[in-house]
């Protein structure tokens, strides 16, 4: 039995993969050997979604084949648009994704759903997420669903279905650029969550059901939704750094900074400050950019922490028209090809993810009568 305790397993090698490297000193991060600034760059979420699937770049024709089989998904089954329509308008679009995914996994073929075959389950849930979040989003501030367009591709056509209009070339690259940028992340806290559930021979939806959970916490997934409160919480950009002491001071954390792996700056950070200010300067708008860079300035100083990926996320989203309270679902509309090649990978060299507890708690008491028991 082993005595130390890694508290968050930090360090601690899981598994072998081959999806997805960090290197957190260097603050560099590389999707099946290609470098995310590259990917970034040049690549759609499409061929990076082939990518960790398959483990390869895909060519012309292997793209426009995983084009034309992920858009007829998009559509949801009536099924599920009713279920979504009996939720309360009161669900956090997170509970009704999880719910969404978990009621899904009952209308489709069961050959989905495990084994290798469930690279079908991975673009089902890869397509259909967006519409999903879309419908919910809109059911519950009384609009209508909108209807699917195939002709778009999956960025544009989340922008759309987010936002409820069509975005413009600079706006579609960006949300491309963000899902990218989300795609994968090795052992993230919602990717071991699926990979555990894949570990214990459960089927895909139920490893993505698990992801979801556990992206919905503020230390995962919701921080850049806490960053947007904080540059709305003052009037102009001279209050930002007493607004941040003031939290410093509470010894409160400031959302989008610190990582568990990155010592450096996150590179995907450095991408979406960029994209952050180009989105400002075509909106007329660098209001955010101009207060993250104050608060990066400030927090640097105070506490030597450098930005993580949701630092400049909340405020792209927001210069793309995106409500708060959709971030962490798009967030699983990206991360979905990563928890998904995941699994995948698990179920190819299995073995039930189990570790062991250093007990702490008492041993060897007696049994007391429940009648003899005080309290
Ligand atoms: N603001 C203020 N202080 C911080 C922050 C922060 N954002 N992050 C870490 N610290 C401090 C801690 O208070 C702690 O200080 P102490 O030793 O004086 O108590 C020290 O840095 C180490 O913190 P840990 O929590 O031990 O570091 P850990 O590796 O567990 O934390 C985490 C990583 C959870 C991301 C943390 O940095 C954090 O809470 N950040 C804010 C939330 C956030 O931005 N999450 C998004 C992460 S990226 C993603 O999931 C997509």
């Known amino acids: 039995m082993p005595e130390e305790v890694q508290k968050g397993l930090e360090d601690v090698v899981a598994l072998s993969s081959r999806i997805t490297f960090i290197d957190g000193k260097e603050g560099r991060l590389v999707y099946e050997g290609y470098d995310i600034r590259e990917l970034a760059e040049h690549s759609t979420f499409e061929e990076v979604a082939y990518l960790l699937w398959y483990g390869r770049l895909p060519t012309t024709t292997q793209l426009e084949d995983l084009r ?5 998904l998009r559509t949801l089954p009536e099924e599920l648009r009713a279920l979504l329509d009996r939720l309360p308008a009161t669900a956090s679009p997170m509970d009704a994704l999880r719910t969404a995914v978990s009621a899904l996994a009952t209308l489709e073929p069961g050959e989905t759903r495990t084994g290798a075959s469930s690279i079908g389950g991975a673009l089902r849930l890869t397509a259909a997420l967006p519409t999903i979040i879309s419908e919910q989003h809109r059911r ?31 706006e579609n690259r ?9 795609a994968d992340h090795e052992l993230n806290a919602s990717t071991f969550a699926a990979r555990v559930t894949a570990s214990t021979l459960s089927d895909l939806y139920s490893a993505v059901t698990s992801a979801i959970g556990t992206l919905k916490g503020p230390l995962h ?46 590179p995907r950070a450095t991408i979406l400050r960029d994209w952050s200010r180009r989105l400002g300067e075509a909106a007329g708008n660098l209001t955010w950019y101009r207060r993250l860079r104050r608060v990066e300035e400030v927090v640097h100083r105070e506490k ?39 699994v995948l990978e698990e179920y190819e060299d299995l073995r039930l993810i189990r570790p062991v507890a250093q007990y702490i708690g008492p041993n060897h008491l007696t049994y007391v009568p429940i009648e003899q028991r005080t309290a």
């Open 304 to 342: 030597g922490l450098y930005p993580n990926v949701d630092l400049y996320s909340g405020s792209v989203y927001t210069l793309l028209g995106i409500p708060d309270d959709l971030f962490t679902p798009l967030f699983a509309v990206s991360r979905v090809a990563g928890w998904t090649a995941h």
């Open 221 to 266: 997934g919701g921080a850049n939704e806490r960053v947007m409160e904080l540059l709305r919480s003052v009037a102009n950009d001279e209050e930002i750094e007493a607004a941040v002491q003031q939290r410093l001071a509470r010894h409160e954390r400031i959302m989008g900074f610190g990582h568990r792996v990155y010592k450096v700056e996150d």
């Open 174 to 182: 960006a949300l491309d650029v963000a899902l990218i940028l989300h």
């Open 140 to 170: 519950r501030q009384g609009l209508a669903p909108l209807p699917v367009r195939p002709e778009l591709d999956h960025a544009a056509h989340t922008l759309y279905q987010l936002t409820g209009r069509e975005g413009t070339p600079l």
């Open 68 to 72: 034309g089989r992920l858009r007829p």
